[in-house]
Structure formats: C-alpha cells, structure tokens
C-alpha cells in the first residue's frame, strides 16, 4: 500500500489533473486540420473552466500557479504548430490572461477558506473562554446572573429566581435593576 502525505497528494492531484487537459489538448491541436483561431477560443475557454474549478478544489495557489504556468507553455507552443504566425500573439496573450485569472481565483478561494476557519476558531475559543468564566463564577459566587445589552436576564437563571422570588418562578425577560431595593442602586447600576 503507497501511502502519501496530505500535502504530496495536494501538491501532485493539481499536478494529474493538468497533465490530463494538456495531454487532451495536443491531441486535438495535433489532429486539427483549420488554422482559424475559433478552436482556440472553444478549447482555451473549455478548459480555463476545468482549470479554475481546479483551483477552487486544491486551493494551493502557488502549486495551481506553477501548473498554469507549465500549460501556459505547452499549450502555447502547441497552438503556434497549428496556428498562422499572426495568432501567436493572440495565443499567448491568452495563455496569460488563463494563468492570471486561475491563480486569482486561487487566491481569492484560499482567503475566503482562511477567513471561515479563522471566524470559526475565533468563535470557538469565545465560546470556550465564555463558558470557563461562568463555570469559575459559578464556583466562586451564589448567584450568576446572565444579562444583555438592555439589562434583562437572559436565561431562567434558577438560582438567582430562588433568591428573589420564594416561589423559585422564573425571572427570564424581566430586568435586572427592578430587583433592586433603592432607585439610587438602579441608577447607578444602570449608569
């Protein structure tokens, strides 16, 4: 059993792919019999679509960029076999236009996948950080009581409603400063 590291995979994948459409392509340049460059626009542009959806897949920008730049070549001598003179720079001015827009697109996939994972780390570790806190409260204080922008309790918070209220009722949705025995207390909590 061959066995191969997640990065010499990712690195040869991109690799296959693109020997496959460049193998595809000099077998059809080599067996066209026209020397008008709308074959070029059909494959070129046939293929730009496989190559970029490449690049959304393998996300390595520097990898997709290396095997745009070894297509660019090849298919660029390959059209100029089967092309007049005239479209040569027509041919690699598209070869060109390929490479740019495949590793931007590239680049532009692998910012957005960073930028998820990051949010997602981030949001993680505040979750994490968040619950820590309110366990070491819980641990530390009688009563931790949950509140949002507008001071209204959050959740049932039971042990705060057992304090409060002699029922154990729930005080979700009403404000924290009511509870409070002074309107100096609330005014100043709330300041």
Known sequence: VLCH???KV???CPGVAYGGIMIFNCCFIAGLQTRTPYPLVVIEG??????????VRYLRPLVVFFWSCVYAAVGSYMWMLVM???????TVLWQLWAVIVTTALCYSSTWEAEADVRREVEASVLRSESSGLKELLDMICDVVVPLDANLRVIDKAPRFAAIV???????????FPDYMPSQEDREAFER
């Open 5 to 7: 590291s997640p990065a």
């Open 10 to 12: 990712a690195t040869m």
């Open 46 to 55: 046939a293929t730009l679509l496989i190559r970029s959806a490449l690049c």
């Open 84 to 90: 007049p003179p005239d479209f040569m720079r027509t």
């Open 165 to 175: 209220t002699l029922q154990g009722g729930s005080v979700q949705g009403s404000r």
